[in-house]
């Protein structure tokens, strides 16, 4: 029920945009957070949209930007000055309960879009 997309490779200072879109939700009414796995590494926390406001993980403040399109029903992880540590698969994730998702135990997961950042 959520499709992320906009994954590919960019050199490091580059930008993207992933889109997170959701079918059979109404995304106003949830929680929505963007999640990414490096490869060797455990998923981490990388930006999230609540009813309180928006949250970043310290290592993407300044660069990254969430948000929400309520009525294409998507939310966007918009992405500059991209370094190589940004590397990962993107997962976007989605539940009614805040602290689900803040936990990274929502009930509503992408399927991932690769993100590859090249020095």
């Known amino acids: 029920q959520l499709q992320a997309s906009g994954g590919g490779e960019v050199q490091a200072g580059g930008s993207l945009r992933l889109s997170c879109a959701a079918s059979?939700?109404?995304?106003?009414?949830?929680?929505v957070a963007w999640f990414r796995q490096a490869e060797g590494k455990e998923r981490g926390f990388v930006a999230r949209f609540s009813w309180s406001g928006t949250y970043y993980t310290g290592s993407v403040k300044g660069r990254f930007t969430i948000s929400r399109d309520n009525a294409k029903n998507t939310v966007y992880l918009q992405m500059n000055s991209l370094k190589p540590e940004d590397t990962a698969v993107y997962y976007c994730a989605a539940d009614t309960r805040n602290y689900e998702v803040v936990s990274g135990r929502a009930e509503y997961w992408g399927q991932g879009t690769l993100v590859t950042v090249s020095s």
């Open positions: 059979g939700l109404t995304f106003s009414r949830y929680a």
